[in-house]
Structures are given as structure tokens and as C-alpha cells.
């Protein structure tokens, strides 16, 4: 990625900011910058738009809660195929979701943002509901292994508000998504458009998850620790659900 100081820090996105409006909170304190982090994001939402939005205004506000701290958020590679739309995820931070490329990210040293529930999870969408899915998800826990990342469970409150979703021929849209890797969520924003609706957006990142380096875990151990992962991530919504809402 080839992330543009001038856009991230753009008035036009802080604007967005102000438009939901956005909230970033970190639980405990201050992250150690000298460690590298796997932040494991849900819920995806039908677009992960706060996957733009956590970029966004970078320096007034990433760069506060967490100083010395720099990221590249992992996109599906297809995303990246789509004229403009790369351009701006890559001025962003963001980067392929490939094996490869979140490889390369972190043996330059810096962390990586991954959205897990991927596809699986866009499709899920239901607006009104809290819907994630982790199971069989080890991925992102095996990678945080290798290269002795500390993993960070983040919950984002609001995306399941944006839009108003829509469920016609989800056998077909399922299909789909599994054969093709492409999500194909109906739904609409305001005015029957794809604007969003302005709901609070309250992204909340939990304490990490100390984590040693394992260039070969056991796949006992990799889903030992994505269940402890599991275990953080509930508990995070848990504190959290009834102050946000």
C-alpha cells in the first residue's frame, strides 16, 4: 500500500467522521509501540466502510490512541480490481488480503488490520441484528503466531445500522459468494440510495492478546488460541452493548 498523508488527512474525510458521527476508544493502556499487532475487526457490515473510515483524519485521531502504532488494513483482493475504488483503498493504507502481501506488511514491521469474517460475514448482513462469523476462521490467528504478533479483538458498534438490508434470491447470492469469492448483500441507505444512514459508529478496541512467535504452531494450538480470541471478543461486546447501544 502507498497510503497518502494529504487524503487520510483530508477535510473531506473528516467530514465523514463528523457525518455518523465516528468514535474510536481503546480499552486499558497506551498499546507498547515497539510490538507489532494482528487487529481482528467485526463486524464486516454489508460494505466495512468504517474499514475507510478508521484511516480516515489519521493523524487527529489513530495517531493519538495509539502513537507510533502504523497499519495496513487487509481488503479482498477483488476490491482492489475495481478502478478508483483501488486507487483510494490504497491511498487509505489498505492492501491485498493475499497470504503473501499480509506477509510482506509485517515483516516490514508494521501491524495489520484483518476484517475475518470476510465474505461470510458481509453476506450475513441483517440490518437491526449483531451478526459476525469466526468459526473456522484461524487465518488470522495463525499469522499472528508466526510472526509473534499480539492479537487485538475490536468490535464495531453501528455498521448493522447503516442500511436497511434485503434478502431476494440468497440461495443464488450464496452460491455466488462461495463459487466466485465476490459478495453480492442487497440493501439500501438513505433515500433508497447507497448513502448510509448518520448512525453513531463506536469501534472499541480490546486489550491485546499477548501473543509469543511460532513460525509452526500446531493446529491444536492455533485453535486454542482463536478460542480465547472468541472468548475476548465476547466479552468486549458484552461490556460495551448496553453503554453504545
Known amino acids: 500500500g502507498r497510503p ?24 486499558g493502556a497506551e498499546f507498547d509501540p515497539t510490538r507489532q499487532y494482528v487487529f481482528g475487526i467485526h463486524q464486516h457490515g454489508a460494505l466495512a466502510m468504517h474499514r475507510g473510515v478508521i484511516s480516515m483524519a489519521r493523524d487527529q485521531r489513530w495517531h493519538k490512541l495509539f502513537p507510533g502504532i502504523e497499519t495496513r488494513t487487509l481488503v ?27 506477509e510482506h506488511v509485517l515483516n516490514n514491521k ?50 448493522s445500522n447503516m442500511w436497511h438490508s434485503m434478502n431476494p434470491f440468497k440461495s443464488v447470492r450464496d452460491y455466488i459468494a462461495n463459487k466466485f469469492r465476490v459478495a453480492m448483500p442487497i440493501f439500501h441507505g438513505r433515500f433508497y440510495t447507497l448513502l448510509p444512514r448518520a448512525v453513531p459508529l463506536d469501534i472499541v478496541f480490546g486489550r491485546p492478546i499477548p501473543v509469543d512467535k511460532n513460525e509452526n504452531p500446531t493446529i491444536e494450538q492455533v485453535r486454542a ?20 447501544g
Not at 79 to 102: G, H, I, Y
Open 110 to 159: 508494521l501491524s495489520v488490520q484483518v476484517f475475518p469474517g470476510g465474505i461470510k460475514e458481509q453476506m450475513m448482513y441483517q440490518s437491526g441484528r449483531e451478526r459476525i462469523y469466526l468459526r473456522g476462521r484461524l487465518g488470522f490467528v495463525k499469522l499472528a503466531m508466526r510472526y509473534g504478533c499480539d492479537l487485538v479483538p475490536v468490535y464495531s458498534f453501528g455498521p
Open 225 to 244: 488460541l482463536h478460542d480465547l480470541f472468541v472468548e475476548r471478543l465476547k466479552e468486549l461486546f458484552d461490556r460495551h452493548k448496553a453503554r453504545i
Open 4 to 27: 497518502i498523508e494529504a487524503v487520510r488527512n483530508s477535510r473531506l474525510f473528516q467530514t465523514v467522521w463528523e457525518y455518523f458521527p465516528v468514535s474510536l476508544q481503546r480499552e
Open 76 to 102: 479482498a483482493t477483488s476490491a482492489l480490481m475495481v478502478p478508483v475504488l483501488r486507487d483510494l483503498f490504497l491511498a487509505l493504507d489498505s492492501v491485498s488480503a493475499s497470504r503473501a502481501t499480509a
